[in-house]
């Protein structure tokens, strides 16, 4: 996997290579002058590149998604969480009728794995509780359990299960582009770089408000104002 060749945040590089690419095309005479590899189709290149890199800012969208899905996914484990205590509630009171003892019907595991935030555990885990008690729903019952409190259980854990595909879907994704992304912000970095180094050297000490135009530092300025 590649690693960032630049300091600055991902997104923000589309913007500044504008700056940098918009002041090279007014000053490519000067550009020009120095190098003739600066001509029009060259900064046109470095455009394409910087519009490549602004569709794939689209990944901070993956990433906001993916966000919101992680935390309905926590607030969805937190309601399960409250519905399994009540549900070991009435395993507790019918303990001496049930076919299996209650530490054995694997709850203790599932909310372990609610804490942990292991998902994949609970879903695996949970298949195992929910056999146990839908064998022992007549006592479970004679205790005063509910068929909505089983209903509402099934409801939870296939929206657990729903959201977790999504999460990993949405990460599989995110990694995807990631990977594919930093190439490109390299390359466009690479081009910039370039550009900004030239402007160094023809602005330097003969005039510095142009080089202002081409300075990461002044530039990220610009850009956050």
């Known amino acids: ?20 690419v918009s002041s090279a095309e007014r000053d490519i005479n000067d550009f020009n002058g120095y190098s003739t590899m600066f001509t029009i189709d060259y900064f046109a290149t470095v455009r394409s590149k910087i519009e490549v890199c602004m569709e794939l800012i689209k990944l901070t969208i993956v990433s906001k998604e993916l966000n919101g899905i992680t935390h309905l996914l926590y607030s969805k484990s937190k309601t399960f969480r409250i519905k399994l205590t009540v549900l ?31 998902i994949e555990e609970l879903l695996s885990s949970m298949q195992i509780s929910m056999t146990a008690v839908q064998r022992n729903l007549p006592v479970l019952e004679a205790q005063g359990m509910t068929p909505t409190l089983i209903d509402e259980i099934n409801s939870l854990l296939q929206d657990i299960r729903t959201l977790k595909e999504k999460q990993n879907a949405l990460m599989n994704k995110r990694n995807r582009l990631t990977v594919e992304n930093i190439d490109k912000f390299n390359d466009l970095w690479s081009s910039l770089r370039l550009i900004m180094k030239t402007a160094k050297a023809i602005y330097r000490d003969v005039d510095e408000v142009k080089l202002q135009d081409y300075t990461v530092a002044i530039l990220r300025k610009r850009i956050k104002a």
């Open 1 to 20: 996997m590649s690693t960032k060749k630049f300091t600055c945040k991902m997104e923000e590089i589309p913007a500044l290579g504008e700056y940098v």
């Open 88 to 118: 070991e509630g009435y395993l507790k009171q019918g303990a001496e009728k049930l076919d299996i003892a209650v530490e054995e019907t694997g709850l203790k595991k599932v909310k372990s794995n609610i804490y942990g935030g292991n």
